[in-house]
């Protein structure tokens, strides 16, 4: 490879550090591994290479690890959050209503499919653009693509319209918005420097700002089944996106949400489907329903349609006992590829996994789970995640998690069920193994149980 392209050269040269030596990511990758702090003709000057192409995966590998290891302080986080948002297409805001929902994830995070449409039957302008799963998370694109027909790869122009004639659309990210962020993601992912505070943090507000969204209400999850192992990096990322929606003059509320185990029962794409509309049929888990309830007032109340968020939890809970939320969720569906009255359907058109397979308790006790994190590869082993982005997900395979954390059980009490296909049936005996010694432990003590919901910031 040439040197030119070793040391990527901006193309006006003119606009140049202090000492007049026109930039390139050499000198960038030289300046943070010393912990100094980067310019934003530097920071600009870096995601325009990454977006235009010109810059080799090595150099921008190589300056994310500087980064990770030397830090960069709250102005850098903003400036590179700007440049990387200013790399795509950015709608301009909608109204006043417009308030968007992101979570950082966790297995079985189906929040989305419910407070959604039930946001939008409230009167919220609701524009999310939603991602795929890696690693032991699932993405909310991939639970949708389960149903037939639906279509999550609209244009912006499509995006624009649904959203002003409908007022929800849900997409999957496109090359149009924030593309620096895709290759950097990408990058990340596969060189170990994606669990830092301020790249997290450039990379979901670069997406979420770009949406055209007055507000943004985040779910941060906690625990061994979520993204943030505790309570304190929880805190630590809802601090900055926090300042970082302050600094671009939007309204963030983060909620700190538990997820030492799945919320819900359902794990798998079609499956955690299924489960979604079992809340917005007014039954479902009580977790699930209980954080949508919440998750969606606020977003009523930020978006300006309730005085209070007392009156705002009364709205919503109005909107889904009335069944609104659920005709804006059949709406919704059709209107982007899937069938008329899918809730009516959905059990016919689903695709589950035909085996189930029971994990039954082999003590009396109570049940506490060791590493939770481990179901989510579970489940990646059975086909319903990714370990690499160009992965095929099977949306029939899944987990049902009947027994929760506190909960007490007899002898032979089913504390999961694995569906599968028959032709998978050598990997499951090495599961039940796995599940027994890593996964669930039966103790005579009853564990202590923690709040859904941590913390409000």
Same mark, same amino acid.
């Given at each position: 490879?040439?040197?030119?392209k070793?040391n990527i050269i901006?193309?006006?040269?003119a #606009?140049s550090?202090?000492?007049?030596t026109?930039?390139?990511?050499?000198s960038?990758?030289?300046k943070?591994?010393?912990?100094?702090?980067?310019?934003?003709?530097?920071?600009?000057?870096?995601i325009d290479s990454?977006?235009?192409?010109?810059?080799p995966d090595?150099q921008?590998?190589?300056?994310l690890?500087?980064?990770?290891l030397?830090n960069?302080n709250?102005?850098?986080t903003?400036?590179?959050t #700007?440049?990387?948002l200013e790399s795509?297409?950015?709608?301009?805001v909608?109204?006043q209503h417009?308030?968007?929902?992101?979570?950082t994830?966790?297995?079985g995070?189906?929040?989305?499919?419910?407070?959604?449409p039930l946001?939008a039957?409230?009167g919220?302008?609701?524009p999310m653009?939603?991602?795929r799963?890696?690693?032991?998370?699932g993405g909310t694109?991939?639970?949708?693509?389960?149903?037939?027909?639906f279509n999550?790869?609209?244009?912006?122009?499509?995006f624009?319209d649904?959203?002003?004639?409908?007022?929800?659309?849900l997409m999957g990210?496109t090359?149009?918005?924030?593309?620096?962020?895709r290759?950097l993601?990408?990058l990340?992912d596969?060189?170990?420097t994606?669990?830092h505070i301020?790249?997290?943090t450039a990379?979901?507000?670069?997406?979420k700002?770009?949406e055209?969204?007055?507000g943004i209400?985040m779910?941060?999850?906690f625990?061994?089944a979520?993204f943030?192992?505790d309570?304190?990096?929880?805190?630590?990322? %809802?601090?900055s996106?926090s300042?970082m929606?302050?600094?671009?003059?939007?309204k963030?509320?983060c909620?700190i949400?538990?997820?030492? +185990?799945p919320?819900?029962v359902?794990?798998g794409n079609?499956?955690?489907v299924l489960?979604?509309l079992?809340?917005?049929?007014?039954?479902?888990?009580?977790?699930?329903r209980?954080?949508c309830l919440?998750?969606t007032a606020?977003m009523?109340f930020m +978006?300006?349609l309730a005085?209070?968020?007392r009156d705002?939890?009364?709205?919503?809970?109005?909107?889904l006992?009335s069944?609104?939320a659920?005709?804006k969720?059949?709406e919704f569906?059709?209107l982007?590829? +899937?069938?008329?009255?899918?809730?009516?359907q959905?059990?016919?058109l689903? #695709?589950i996994?035909?085996?189930?397979?029971?994990v039954v %308790?082999?003590?009396?006790g109570?049940?506490?789970?060791?590493?939770?994190?481990k179901?989510?590869?579970i489940l990646?082993?059975l086909?319903?995640?990714?370990?690499k982005k160009t992965?095929l997900?099977d949306h029939a395979?899944?987990i049902?998690?009947?027994?929760?954390i506190g909960?007490k059980v007899?002898?032979g009490d089913?504390?999961m069920?694995?569906?599968?296909?028959e032709?998978?049936?050598?990997l499951?005996e090495n599961?039940?193994?796995?599940?027994?010694k890593?996964?669930?432990?039966?103790?005579?003590? #009853?564990p202590?149980?923690?709040?859904l919901?941590?913390?409000?910031i």
């Open positions: 490879m040439h040197e030119a070793k901006r193309k006006n040269p #606009k550090i202090k000492n007049e026109p930039l390139t990511l050499l960038l990758i030289e943070k591994k010393r912990g100094k702090e980067l310019s934003a003709e530097e920071i600009s000057f870096f990454v977006t235009e192409g010109s810059a090595y921008i590998a190589a300056l690890m500087a980064i990770f030397k960069i709250k102005k850098e903003y400036l590179l #700007k440049a990387m795509g297409h950015v709608f301009d909608f109204n417009t308030i968007d929902k992101h979570s994830g966790g297995i995070d189906k929040s989305s499919l419910v407070l959604a946001a039957a409230c919220v302008t609701v653009i939603a991602g799963g890696l690693g032991h998370t694109v991939d639970k949708l693509e389960s149903i037939p027909g999550t790869a609209l244009t912006i122009d499509q624009s649904q959203l002003k004639k409908f007022g929800l659309v990210q090359e149009s918005i924030a593309p620096a962020d290759k993601y990408a990340r596969v060189t170990g994606v669990d301020g790249l997290i990379s979901i507000m670069s997406k700002l770009a055209g969204a007055a209400v779910d941060i999850k625990g061994s979520a943030m192992p309570k304190k990096s929880a805190l630590k990322l %809802a601090k996106i300042a929606g302050a600094a671009f003059g939007k963030v509320t909620f949400t538990d997820m030492n +185990g919320t819900g359902a794990m079609a499956s955690e489960e979604s079992q809340v917005l049929q007014g039954r479902g888990p009580a977790d699930l209980e954080l919440e998750l606020e009523v +978006g300006k005085k209070n968020k705002a939890r009364f709205k919503v809970e109005a909107a006992a069944g609104l659920l005709k969720f059949d569906i059709a982007q590829g +899937g069938p008329n009255e899918f809730s009516q959905a059990k016919n689903l #695709k996994a035909p085996v189930k397979t029971l %308790a082999r003590k009396k109570y049940v506490q789970w060791k590493d939770a994190y179901l989510g590869e990646t082993t086909g319903g995640g990714r370990r992965d997900i395979v899944g049902q998690v009947n027994a929760r909960d007899q002898v089913t504390l069920i694995i569906e599968h296909h032709h998978q049936k050598n499951i599961i039940l193994k796995e599940i027994e890593d996964i669930v432990v039966i103790t005579p003590k #009853k202590t149980s923690s709040k919901i941590w913390k409000i």
